[in-house]
C-alpha cells in the first residue's frame, strides 16, 4: 500500500479514496516534508503518545542501516499507542494512527530482510552487531552524550526485539548483552553540563535514584558548591569540600529564610544540634529549600511563601532525624506519616493548593482588565506570609482552606464579605496615589511656593523682607498649610486601604486612624493658635486665648505651637544624620524601639534599613541642596516675582463691562483672571524641577564620566598614538596576576613580551570575530592582526596598520639623508617608536626569511657575513660609510617583487622556482655590487671557496621551496610584504564605523576602573537567560527574497542599509560575499543560501544573532582557560592550537562549570507540533541553533494529555533540552501543578518556568533583541568581581548594571533619534542613578543578578497581571526593598536593537508610559516613596513616575494657558484689563503672558544626549549630530512623544486599559497607510490637536483687535508647533507620506476602512466599528471614580458654545441667558434634521426612493426658508456660520464622549446607534482635515524628495540609495 506522506522523499497523495481522519493526518504533514521529513513521525506525536516518541525516533536514526528493523520499531511504536489509547480519542491520535498505518503498510512492502529471512532472527542479529559495534567497546572510546544516545537505541530495540521475539526464543546472549546495556545506562545517561555519572568512584548521593526536579537540583547544588569551593583553591591538595564553602551559601541561601523568622519572632529550623555532623545537615537544609523552590512553580514569586513551606518541611524533617516528637503539638512522628507515598505528593498537597488560589485570582481579574482592589496578586497572597498568623495555619491543608477564594466567577459578582481581602495595600487607580505615595516632596513644594509668594507679595518683593517681623509671621503660616496636608494624607491612607482592613491587624488600622486623629487635632490647633496672634480674633478665638495667657505671655502661641508640632520633623532630621543607628532601629525586634517605629512608618518585613552609608548620602544630599536652591530661585524671580505686580493691579481694577452672561459679576479682585494668569505658572513651579534634574544629571553624569576616563580613546588616530599601552593595560586589566609577578611587574623585557603574546591572542581573536561577522575584510583583517609570537624578532611586532607607509617613509630618508654621521639618521628613525619596530622588524624578519629558504651552507654565509657587517658598522657608526643610501629604492622594488612572489601560487614548481632564484640573485647582487661599498670582497672571497670545492652551479639556486607551503613561515611572509607594500593611508583601517567603534570603545575600556581579572577556576560561575515568545529566530530564503508592495525584498534593503562607509569598494555584502565565496572554504550552493540566511538574520533582531552573541561568552572563557593553561607555551603557538591540545576537554568542562545559556521558548511543544509553516521553521531553526551551539540549552512548557483512570487530562511541565544529532535531548522534565503563563505577565512567567535550569551565582538577564561581542565577553569575569566588593563598607552589590550599544542607529533619522536618546538613558542617565542617587533599578536590559539573592526573594521579575506591565523595573525595586544594592558599570557594554518605524516607537512609548501609570498605583512605589530619606525620595520620584506626571503636566500647562486665556477673551475681561490705562502703560499683563513659555525649557530634556555624545565622540561632534538632529526635526518627533507618553499614561492611571504591546522587530521603514496612523494617533495626537487649534484659532480672532498680533505670535509660536507636531509627526516621519500616488491609494484603504460594519470576529484593521470598539474598551471596565472624572474633563468643551453664542452679530450683544438656550435648540434641531435624514436612508432609500427624494427635497426648502429669514430679518452674518460651526463642533463632540462614557445606559435604552452614527461624523471630519493638508503637499513633487532626505539623511551620507528603495527600483 502506498502512503501518501511520512517518507523520505515528498510525494503527492494518492488519488484514491481517502478517509477524512486520513485527509486530516496528511494536512497535518505533508506541510513540513521539505523541512525534516525523516523526522516528522517521532516529532509530531501527540502528547498523549509522547512514550512512544524514543521509539519512533530511534526508527529514524536506524533507517538507513536497517530499513527492516526500523519498520519492526515503528510497528512496535503503532502496536504500544493502540494499547496506551485503544478508543483514539486523545486530541490528534486518530489521525497519528492513520498516517502510522499507511507507513506500515508501505514500508512492510518495501523494508527487505538483510540479515536473516524472517523478523525475529534479523533483529536479534541486527542487536547484536549493533552490541558488538557501538557498546561493547565504546564506553573507553566515545563521549559520554554519544554513548548515551547508543544505549538509548539499544534499550528501544532490546524492548521491540521482546515483542518480536517470543520470551522462550530469546537466547541467554541476548539477555546478558540486555543487562550490560541496563547497567550501562544508569552510568551514562543524558547529562545537562557535567557527565555526573560517569564511569568511577562515585559519592553516596551520586547512587540515589532521581529523575525531575531532584536530579536538576542535585547537579544545581553540585555545581554552586564546585564553582565556590574551587576558588582560590590549592588544586595539588584538593580532596574534600571545606566546611566554610557550605557555611558561605547556607548564609547567601537562608539569609531571607532567618530574617523572615526574626520578623515573626519564631525559632528557625534550621539549627545544628550539638553532635551532629555540622556539613551533612547544612547539605540537608540547602538541599531541601533547593528542591522546595525548583518545584514550586509560581509560587516561586512568593519568597515568603517559600519560607513557610520550608520552615513546615525542615521542622518534619527534624523530627525523623532527632526524635519523634513534634516540637509544637507533641505529637508522635510515624515514617509511615512522614515519608511521602509517591514522587508528586509534595507537588499535590503544598504546590497544587496554593497554584490553585492563583489560578482563581487570575480569573478574576478578566485578563487584568478589572480593577485591582477586587482581585489578588502574587503580592497579596505573598504578604499574608509576613503575618503571624501563618504559622498556626494546619500543615499542609490550612493553604486551601486559609486562601480559599469562595468563587471562581467574576469579581464583580463576588460578594465583598465572602471574598478574601487585599492584605496590606490597595492599588486603587486614582491619580490621589502620587501624592500619597510621595507626600513629603508635595508637601515641601507647597510650603515653599506658599513661602515665596508671600515675599514677594510685600513692598519691594526682597527674600530680605523675610527679615520683618510681620513678614517672617506670615511665612510661618505655611506649617498650617502643612497640617492641612498631612490630614489630606491621612485621610487618604484611610480611604485607599480600606480594602484591606480586613486583612490588617489592630495594631494598622489604629495606626491609621490615630494618624487622622492627630492630624485633624492639628489642622484645628494651628490656625487657631495662629489667629490667636493677630488683631479682630473671633470669640472663640479670644476664649482660647484666654485659656493660654500666661503662654502668650512668654511668646506667641502659635510658635510654641509649631515648635511643638515641628518635634518628630527635628528627630527625623537627626536622624537623617546617623544612618547606620536608624537601620538598626528599623531592623530591630525590640519592643520600645518597634513600638516608636510604630508611628513613624507601619512595620512591613520589606523597606526596612534601606539608609545608606554616610558618604554616599552626603554625595546626594549635596546633589538636590544644589539643584533646589537653583530651582527656588529660579521659580521666585523668574516665575512668580514678575507675577506679583500685575496681579496687584489686576485685583485693584474694576470690571463690571462683561461680553457673555455672567453669572458671578460681583465677585471681588477679579479672581477668574487672577486664577487664569497663575494657574499655568503654578503647573510650570510643578514641572520645572524636572528640568533642573535634567541640567544637574547631565552635569554631573558628564564630570563622573570624564572622572571615568570615557572617551579618552574615541577615534582611531587617538588609538594609534596610546597603543603602545594597550598591551600593558589589557594585562593590568584582563590577565589574572600572580604573586610572582604582581611586585615590579612589566619592568622586565621577558614579561613585557609574555604580556603582549597574551595581548595578541585575544586582539587576534577580536579581530577573526570581527571578519566573521563581515564588519572587516580581509584586508583590514591582515593589518589589524598581530603574530601570536614576538620571540622571532627583537621588537615588538605592532599591528600592521600602526607600521602603514613606515618602511617606504624610512627609505626616503635613508635615501635622501645627506649627512655622514649615522647618529643623526638613527636618531630620525628612533624618534617615531612605530618606524623603528618596523625597520627592525623588516631587517630581522628578512634575514630570517632568506635564511631559511637557502639550503647551500655557502649561500648562507654570505648572508650571515652581509648581516654580520650590517650589525657591525652600525654599532661602530661607519653605516653611511659601508652602504650606498642612494640604490635602497632599487632594492626596495626587487623585495616587493620577491615577498610578492613568495606568496603566490603557482602549478610548475620548477618555473616558480625558477623566477624565486631570479630575483632573490638580482637582490644579492644590488647588495653586494651596488649598496654595500666593499660588498666585493665578499664575493671574491666566497668565490674563492666555490672555486675550490669546484661547485659549477650559480649562488643561490638551492632554495627549500616546500617552506612556502609552511603556515607560520607564510604569516611571516604576509606581514612583511605589508610593511613594504600598504601606504600611509592604511592607518585609517577599519573603514567599517561599527569595528571601529568596537575597537575604539574596547581599548578605551582597559584604562577605566576595571576590577582585576581573577582565573577561570577562581570566577564567579553565571548564566544567561533569554526568554522567547515566537519572534524570528532565522529569516527563511522565502522571506530574503519576497518583495514588498514597492518591490524591495529584504535582501536587497540590508544591501544598501549596510553599505562602505567610506568611498571604497568594501563594505559589509562585499565582505561576505568574499567569505563565501572563498575557495579555500568550497562552499556549496545550499551552504551559501544558509550563510545569506545568517548574513541577514545576524542584522535583524533576531533570536539567532542573540545566540550568536551570548555562545561568545564561552569562547572567551575556552580562550582565558587555553591561556592560563598553556602560559609561557601560548607564546609560541596559536589559540588555534588548544584544538589538537590534551587539555581541550579540561578547557571546555571548566567553561561549562562556569557558563550556561538558556533560552525559555515557552512555545516550543506548540511550534513543533503547529501546522503553520513558520512555526515549524522555528522549531527547526531553534533545534539547529541547539546543535550549533552545544552548550547551549532550551527550555519550554510541555503540555502532554495523559489518561487517568481512563479519563484525559491536560498535564503541563517544565522541560530542559540540549541538542543531540540532528534531534533535541531530553534532560529534564519537571511536573507543574497548571498552566504557568495563564496567572500573570507573559515575560515574567515565562523567565520563571526556566530559572530553575539556570546555574551559578550570577544570572544576566537578556532579551530576544540583543547581542553581544567577543572582545566584551572576555571582560565578564571582571564585571563579576564587582559582586565581591563593598563599596564603603557597606552590603554587596545585587544588580550590576551594564550599559548597551543601540545598534539600529543607522537605519533612518528615526532610528538615529531613538538610539541616542536611549544611549543616553543606557549610559549618563544610569551613570547619575547608581552614583551618587543611589536609585538605579533594573530596567529590561541586560544586568547581571546576584542569582542566589534573587531566587530567594522572589526572582528577577515580578509578574502580576497589568500592575506589573513594566515588570523588569520592578525587580530592581523588589531588590531595593529587600536589602539589595544596585551598581552601573561602563567599562563592558551589550548591544540592544531599538524599534527603527515610527508607529514601532510609539507603540513602545505606549507601553512604557502604561507601565508607569500602573507603578504609580503599585505598593512598591508607595513603600519606596515612604521608606527612601527625602533627598533619595527625590531621587526616585523624579527618575520614575515623576517623568511622567512633569510629561503630563508640561501638556496640562498648554491646555490651562490657552483655557485660561479663552476665558479672559471670551468673557471681555481681557480687554478690559489691557485698555486700562495703567495696566497698558506698565506692561505688566504682557511679561505675565509670556511666563508661560518657561515650560518651552523642555527642551533643555536633550542635554542628557548632547553631554554623552560629547563624551565619547567629542564635543564638535556632539554640537554636529546636534544640528543635524534639528534639521531632521528630531523636536517634531520627540514633541509628538510627548503627546504619547502623557495619553496613555493619564488613561492608564484614570481606567486601566494597560496590556502588553507587540511593536514588532522587522526593518519597518516602509510606507504606513492613513488608516493605520489614524488607528494609532486619532484619540492621543489628532483629536488634542484639533482641540488645541481651535483654541488657538478663538484666541487669536476674538482678541486681535485690541492686542498686537507680534504678541499672539510671541506667545502661542511654541503651541502652534506643538499642534504641527501633534497633527502631522506621523506623516512627516512616514516613508513617501507625501507621495502623490500613495496619498490617493491611502485614501481609497481609508474610506473603505470606514465603510466596513464591523461584527464578532472582524478584527480592528478592517473595520471603524471594530476598531472603535476596541478603542473603547478601557470605558468598559472603568469604575464609577474615573468616569465621573471623564464626564468632569469632558464639559471643558461646552464653553466654547457658550462663550462664542455672545460674540455673533445676530446675538445683538445680548447677554440674557436666553441667547445659550436658544443656542441650544438650534444644536437640538440640527442633530434632530440630520437624525431624520439618515433614518430615512436606511428606511426609504431603496424601497421607496421618491418619497425620500421628496423628504429631502422639503428639508432642504424649509433649511433655505429659515436661512433666509435669518439673514434678512435676524441679522445673521456669514461669520456667524463659521463661529456656529466652531460653536457647535465641540459642545457634539462632549455629547460624544459622554455618551461613550454611558455606553450601558445608552444601549439599554436604544439610543447607542445615534451616538455611533455622530462618532462616525467626527472621524469623517477629522480625517477630512488632515487628509486635505497631506493631499496639499503631496501635489507638490519637492515635497516629497525633501521629506525622504529628511528621513534618511545619514543613510546618504554613507551612500544608501533610499530612493531606490522606496521606488522599488533595483538597477
Known amino acids: 500500500m502506498a502512503s501518501s506522506s511520512g517518507t523520505k522523499k515528498t510525494r503527492a497523495p494518492t488519488p484514491r479514496r481517502q478517509s477524512k481522519a486520513m485527509s486530516q493526518a496528511q494536512k497535518m504533514f505533508v506541510d513540513v516534508q521539505d523541512e525534516d521529513s525523516s523526522a516528522i513521525d517521532s516529532e509530531l506525536v501527540p502528547s498523549s503518545l509522547a512514550a512512544i516518541a524514543p521509539v519512533l525516533r530511534v526508527a529514524n536514526q536506524i533507517e538507513k542501516d536497517n530499513p527492516r528493523v526500523a519498520y519492526l520499531c515503528r510497528f512496535h511504536a503503532f502496536e504500544k499507542a493502540h494499547r496506551m489509547d485503544p478508543p483514539s480519542s486523545g486530541r490528534g491520535v486518530r489521525q497519528f494512527k492513520t498516517y502510522l498505518v499507511h507507513k506500515l503498510e508501505k514500508e512492510e512492502e518495501e523494508a527487505q530482510h538483510q540479515l536473516a529471512r524472517t523478523d525475529p532472527k534479523e533483529i536479534i542479529l541486527y542487536y547484536w552487531n549493533f552490541y558488538n559495534k557501538n557498546i561493547k567497546e565504546g564506553q573507553y572510546t566515545k563521549e559520554p552524550e554519544e554513548m548515551a544516545n547508543i544505549l538509548q537505541i539499544a534499550s528501544v530495540l532490546y524492548d521491540v526485539l521482546k515483542t518480536v521475539v517470543p520470551p522462550q526464543r530469546i537466547d541467554d546472549q541476548t539477555h546478558s548483552y540486555a543487562q550490560d546495556v541496563q547497567s550501562k545506562r544508569e552510568q551514562c545517561e543524558n547529562y545537562n553540563i557535567l557527565p555526573l555519572k560517569a564511569i568511577g568512584a562515585k559519592a553516596a548521593i551520586m547512587e540515589l535514584p532521581e529523575k525531575g526536579n531532584v536530579a536538576n537540583q542535585r547537579e544545581h547544588l553540585i555545581l554552586l558548591l564546585a564553582n565556590m569551593d574551587v576558588r582560590k583553591r590549592d588544586l595539588v591538595v584538593y580532596t574534600q569540600l571545606r566546611s566554610s564553602t557550605v557555611q558561605k551559601l547556607m548564609d547567601k541561601i537562608f539569609k531571607n529564610y532567618w530574617s523572615w523568622c526574626k520578623y515573626l519572632c519564631c525559632e528557625q529550623n534550621t539549627r545544628i544540634p550539638q553532635g551532629s555532623h555540622k556539613q551533612q545537615l547544612q547539605l540537608i537544609y540547602i538541599g531541601l529549600f533547593l528542591l522546595i523552590w525548583g518545584e514550586a512553580s509560581n509560587i516561586r514569586f512568593m519568597p515568603e511563601c517559600i519560607c513557610y513551606i520550608f520552615h513546615k518541611m525542615a521542622e518534619d524533617v527534624n523530627g525523623l532525624l532527632f526524635g519523634n516528637v513534634h516540637p509544637v503539638t507533641g505529637d508522635t512522628y510515624h515514617r509511615s506519616q512522614t515519608a511521602a507515598p509517591d514522587e508528586e505528593k509534595f507537588l499535590r498537597t503544598v504546590i497544587t493548593p496554593i497554584y490553585q488560589v492563583l489560578h482563581k485570582e487570575a480569573k478574576r481579574n478578566n485578563g487584568g482588565k478589572a480593577s485591582h482592589s477586587r482581585w489578588r496578586n502574587y503580592d497579596d497572597l505573598n504578604e499574608y506570609f509576613w503575618s503571624s498568623k501563618c504559622l498556626s495555619l494546619k500543615w499542609p491543608t490550612g493553604l486551601k482552606e486559609e486562601f480559599s477564594v469562595h468563587s471562581d466567577v467574576m469579581p464583580n459578582k463576588v460578594p465583598a464579605s465572602k471574598s478574601m481581602p487585599k492584605t496590606n495595600f490597595v492599588e486603587a487607580r486614582t491619580f490621589w496615589h502620587l501624592y500619597r505615595s510621595f507626600d513629603r516632596m508635595w508637601i515641601f513644594f507647597i510650603m515653599a511656593f506658599q513661602a515665596m509668594v508671600i515675599v514677594a507679595w510685600t513692598p519691594d518683593g526682597s527674600p530680605a523682607a523675610l527679615f520683618d517681623e510681620d513678614v517672617f509671621r506670615s511665612v510661618l503660616t505655611i506649617f498650617i498649610t502643612q497640617a492641612f496636608l498631612n490630614l489630606l494624607q491621612a485621610a487618604l491612607d484611610i480611604a485607599l486601604s480600606f480594602n484591606a482592613w480586613r486583612s490588617l491587624k489592630f495594631t494598622q488600622i489604629l495606626r491609621y486612624l490615630l494618624k487622622f486623629a492627630v492630624a485633624a487635632v492639628w489642622a484645628a490647633i494651628l490656625p487657631i493658635c495662629y489667629a490667636s496672634s493677630v488683631q479682630n480674633s473671633t470669640r472663640l478665638v479670644k476664649f482660647f486665648s484666654n485659656l493660654t495667657e500666661s503662654w502668650q505671655s512668654q511668646g506667641s502661641l502659635y510658635n510654641y505651637a509649631v515648635a511643638i508640632y515641628l518635634m518628630p520633623n527635628i528627630l527625623a532630621a537627626l536622624l537623617f544624620f546617623l544612618p547606620q543607628f536608624e537601620r538598626i532601629m528599623e531592623r530591630s525586634s525590640s519592643h520600645i524601639v518597634t513600638l516608636f517605629m510604630w508611628w513613624a512608618q507601619p512595620k512591613l518585613y520589606v523597606g526596612r534599613g534601606l539608609h545608606e552609608g554616610m558618604s554616599q548620602l552626603l554625595k546626594y544630599t549635596l546633589f538636590w541642596i544644589l539643584l533646589l536652591i537653583c530651582k527656588l530661585a529660579f521659580s521666585y524671580y523668574v516665575e512668580i516675582l514678575p507675577l506679583i505686580g500685575p496681579s496687584k493691579s489686576i485685583m485693584k481694577l474694576h470690571v463690571d463691562n462683561y461680553e457673555w452672561h455672567e453669572f458671578f459679576p460681583n465677585v471681588t479682585h477679579n479672581i477668574g483672571v487672577v486664577i487664569a494668569i497663575w494657574a499655568p505658572i503654578v503647573l510650570v513651579y510643578i514641572m520645572d524641577t524636572q528640568i533642573w534634574y535634567s541640567i544637574f544629571s547631565t552635569l554631573f553624569g558628564g564630570i563622573h564620566g570624564a572622572l571615568s576616563h570615557l572617551g579618552e580613546i ?896 510671541f506667545i502661542t509660536s511654541s503651541l502652534w508647533f506643538l499642534v504641527g507636531s501633534w497633527l502631522f509627526g506621523p506623516f512627516v516621519f512616514n516613508p513617501s507620506g507625501f507621495d502623490w500616488q500613495k496619498t490617493v491609494d491611502d485614501w481609497t484603504d481609508w474610506k473603505r476602512w470606514m465603510g466596513d460594519r464591523g461584527g464578532i470576529g472582524m478584527h480592528p484593521d478592517r473595520s471603524w466599528e471594530s476598531w472603535v470598539d476596541g478603542e473603547q474598551e478601557h470605558l468598559k471596565f472603568s469604575n464609577i471614580r474615573g468616569r465621573i472624572l471623564e464626564i468632569i474633563l469632558v464639559l471643558r468643551f461646552f464653553i466654547y458654545q457658550y462663550g462664542i453664542v455672545y460674540h455673533l452679530d445676530i446675538a445683538h450683544r445680548s447677554k440674557n441667558i436666553l441667547v445659550y438656550g436658544l443656542s441650544w435648540l438650534v444644536l437640538v434641531t440640527t442633530l434632530l434634521v440630520l437624525k431624520m435624514v439618515s433614518m430615512g436612508r436606511r428606511r426609504f432609500g431603496t424601497d421607496f426612493e421618491l418619497m425620500f427624494r421628496i423628504l429631502k427635497a422639503l428639508l432642504f426648502l424649509g433649511f433655505m426658508s429659515v436661512m433666509t429669514d435669518l439673514f434678512v430679518i435676524c441679522g445673521l452674518t456669514i461669520s456667524d456660520l463659521f463661529a456656529t460651526v466652531l460653536a457647535f463642533l465641540p459642545t457634539g463632540w462632549a455629547l460624544l464622549l459622554i455618551g461613550q462614557v454611558c455606553r450601558p445606559l445608552f444601549e439599554a435604552i436604544g439610543f447607542w446607534d445615534p451616538i455611533k452614527e455622530l462618532a462616525k461624523a467626527y472621524e469623517y471630519i477629522i480625517g477630512f482635515l488632515l487628509f486635505a493638508a497631506i493631499a496639499i503637499l503631496s501635489w507638490f513633487p519637492f515635497v516629497s524628495e525633501f521629506q525622504t532626505r529628511l528621513l534618511f539623511n545619514q543613510a546618504f551620507s554613507r551612500g544608501l540609495q533610499i530612493s531606490m528603495i522606496l521606488s522599488g527600483r533595483k538597477d
Open 714 to 1609: 574615541r577615534i582611531i588616530g587617538m588609538l594609534r598614538s596610546r597603543f603602545q599601552s594597550v598591551p600593558t593595560a589589557f594585562c593590568r586589566r584582563l590577565v589574572p596576576s600572580s604573586d610572582a609577578d604582581t611586585k615590579g611587574r612589566y619592568m622586565d623585557k621577558a614579561m613585557e613580551r609574555r604580556n603582549f603574546a597574551s595581548f595578541a591572542h585575544v586582539w587576534n581573536e577580536f579581530i577573526e570575530s570581527m571578519r566573521a561577522e563581515d564588519l572587516i575584510s580581509n584586508e583590514d583583517r591582515d593589518l589589524l592582526l598581530v603574530p601570536y609570537s614576538s620571540n622571532d624578532v627583537s621588537v615588538i611586532q605592532w599591528p600592521p596598520f600602526l607600521l602603514a607607509g613606515k618602511i617606504p617613509i624610512a627609505l626616503d630618508m635613508a635615501k635622501d639623508f645627506k649627512e655622514k654621521e649615522d647618529t643623526d639618521l638613527f636618531k630620525k628613525i628612533k624618534k617615531d617608536d612605530y618606524m623603528r619596530s618596523a625597520v627592525v622588524e623588516c631587517y630581522e624578519t628578512l634575514r630570517e626569511i632568506i635564511y631559511g629558504l637557502l639550503e647551500d651552507e655557502t649561500d648562507r654565509n654570505i648572508v650571515r657575513k652581509i648581516c654580520y657587517d650590517v650589525d657591525i658598522f652600525i654599532q661602530q657608526h661607519k653605516f653611511l660609510n659601508e652602504f650606498r643610501m642612494n640604490r635602497i629604492p632599487s632594492l626596495g622594488e626587487k623585495l616587493e617583487k620577491f615577498l610578492k612572489l613568495l606568496l603566490s601560487e603557482y602549478d610548475a614548481v620548477d618555473v616558480y622556482k625558477s623566477q624565486i632564484i631570479n630575483v632573490l640573485q638580482d637582490i644579492m647582487e644590488i647588495i653586494l655590487q651596488d649598496i654595500m661599498v666593499n660588498g666585493f670582497k665578499i664575493l671574491e672571497r666566497y668565490r674563492v671557496q666555490i672555486q675550490s670545492n669546484y661547485k659549477k652551479e650559480q649562488r643561490f639556486e638551492r632554495l627549500n621551496i616546500a617552506l612556502t607551503q609552511n603556515k607560520s613561515w607564510r604569516e611571516k611572509v604576509v606581514r612583511l610584504h605589508l610593511l613594504f607594500t600598504v601606504k600611509e593611508s592604511a592607518i585609517n583601517v577599519p573603514t567599517n564605523l561599527d569595528a571601529r567603534r568596537r575597537i575604539t570603545f574596547f581599548t578605551n575600556s582597559l584604562f577605566m576602573n576595571i576590577p582585576s581579572a581573577p582565573k577561570v577556576r577562581d570566577m564567579i560561575s553565571f548564566s544567561v537567560l533569554t526568554p522567547y515568545y515566537r519572534e524570528d529566530v532565522l529569516y527563511s530564503v522565502d522571506e530574503l527574497y519576497k518583495e514588498n508592495e514597492d518591490g524591495i525584498s529584504t535582501l536587497f534593503y540590508l544591501q544598501k542599509i549596510y553599505p562602505a562607509r567610506f568611498v571604497c569598494k568594501l563594505d559589509e555584502w562585499m565582505n561576505f560575499q568574499k567569505r563565501i565565496n572563498d575557495p579555500k572554504l568550497n562552499y556549496s550552493d545550499d551552504d551559501k543560501k544558509e550563510a545569506t540566511r545568517h548574513w541577514v538574520s545576524y542584522r535583524g533582531q533576531t533570536l539567532s544573532r542573540t545566540v550568536r552573541g551570548m555562545m561568545y561568552y564561552k569562547h572567551a572563557l575556552e580562550l582565558q582557560c587555553f591561556l592560563e593553561s598553556a602560559g609561557d607555551y601560548a607564546s609560541f603557538g596559536g589559540y588555534q592550537t588548544m584544538e589538537s591540545s590534551q587539555g581541550n576537554e579540561r578547557v571546555q568542562a571548566l567553561g561549562d562549570m562556569k557558563f550556561t545559556y538558556v533560552v525559555s521558548c515557552q512555545l516550543l511543544g506548540a511550534l513543533k507540533t503547529s501546522k503553520d509553516p513558520r512555526d515549524r521553521r522555528r522549531y527547526n531553526d531553534i533545534l539547529n541553533l541547539m546543535i550549533m551551539y552545544p552548550s547551549l540549552r532550551v527550555a519550554y512548557i510541555d503540555e502532554r494529555e495523559e489518561f487517568v483512570n481512563g479519563r484525559s487530562h491536560i498535564f503541563y511541565y517544565s522541560v530542559l533540552l540540549k541538542g543531540g544529532n540532528s534531534y533535541n535531548t531530553e534532560i529534564y522534565r519537571i511536573k507543574l501543578p497548571g498552566p504557568p503563563t495563564d496567572i500573570g505577565e507573559g515575560k515574567p512567567e515565562n523567565q520563571n518556568h526556566a530559572i530553575i535550569f539556570t546555574r551559578g551565582e550570577a544570572l544576566q538577564t537578556i532579551d530576544m533583541n540583543q547581542d553581544n561581542y567577543f572582545e566584551e565577553a572576555f571582560k565578564m569575569r571582571n564585571v563579576l568581581e564587582e559582586f565581591l566588593k563593598s563599596p564603603s563598607g557597606q552590603r554587596e552589590p545585587t544588580i550590576l548594571g551594564l550599559r548597551e550599544h543601540i545598534f539600529t542607529g543607522s537605519v533612518s533619522s528615526l532610528a538615529s533619534f531613538m538610539s541616542n536618546q536611549e544611549t543616553s538613558f543606557v549610559t549618563i542617565s544610569q551613570r547619575i542613578l547608581a552614583n551618587p542617587l543611589r536609585v538605579r533599578f533594573h530596567y529590561g536590559h541586560s544586568d547581571i543578578f546576584d542569582r542566589i539573592f534573587h531566587i530567594t526573594r522572589g526572582g528577577i521579575s515580578k509578574a502580576s497581571k497589568t500592575i506589573n506591565l513594566s515588570e523588569d523595573v520592578f525587580a530592581g525595586m523588589n531588590s531595593t526593598l529587600r536589602g539589595g544594592y544596585i551598581t552601573h558599570h561602563e567599562y563592558i557594554q551589550v548591544g540592544k536593537g531599538r524599534d527603527v518605524g515610527m508607529n514601532q516607537i510609539s507603540l513602545f512609548e505606549a507601553k512604557v508610559a502604561n507601565g508607569n501609570g500602573e507603578q504609580t498605583l503599585s505598593r512598591d512605589v508607595y513603600r519606596l516613596g515612604h521608606r527612601l530619606d527625602f533627598f533619595r525620595m527625590l531621587s526616585f520620584y523624579f527618575t520614575t513616575v515623576g517623568f511622567y506626571l512633569s510629561s503630563m503636566v508640561t501638556v496640562l500647562t498648554v491646555y490651562m494657558f490657552l483655557y485660561g486665556r479663552f476665558y479672559l477673551v471670551m468673557s471681555g475681561l481681557e480687554r478690559e484689563t489691557l485698555e486700562n490705562l495703567s495696566i497698558h502703560q506698565s506692561k505688566a499683563l504682557e511679561q505675565a503672558l509670556v511666563t508661560q513659555s518657561v515650560f518651552q525649557l523642555g527642551l533643555l530634556m536633550v542635554l542628557p544626549m548632547v553631554m554623552e555624545i560629547g563624551l565619547e565622540k567629542g564635543f564638535r561632534s556632539a554640537l554636529g549630530d546636534f544640528i543635524i538632529m534639528q534639521l531632521q526635526l528630531a523636536s517634531v518627533f520627540f514633541t509628538f512623544q510627548l503627546g504619547t507618553k502623557v495619553h496613555y499614561f493619564g488613561r492608564t492611571i484614570l481606567h486601566g486599559g494597560s496590556k502588553y504591546r507587540a511593536t514588532g522587530r522587522g526593518f519597518v521603514v516602509f510606507h504606513a497607510k492613513f488608516s493605520e496612523n489614524y488607528r494609532l494617533y486619532s484619540r492621543s495626537h489628532f483629536v488634542k490637536g484639533l482641540e488645541l487649534v481651535i483654541l488657538l484659532v478663538l484666541y487669536q480672532i476674538y482678541g486681535h483687535s485690541y492686542r498686537s498680533s507680534n504678541i499672539y505670535l
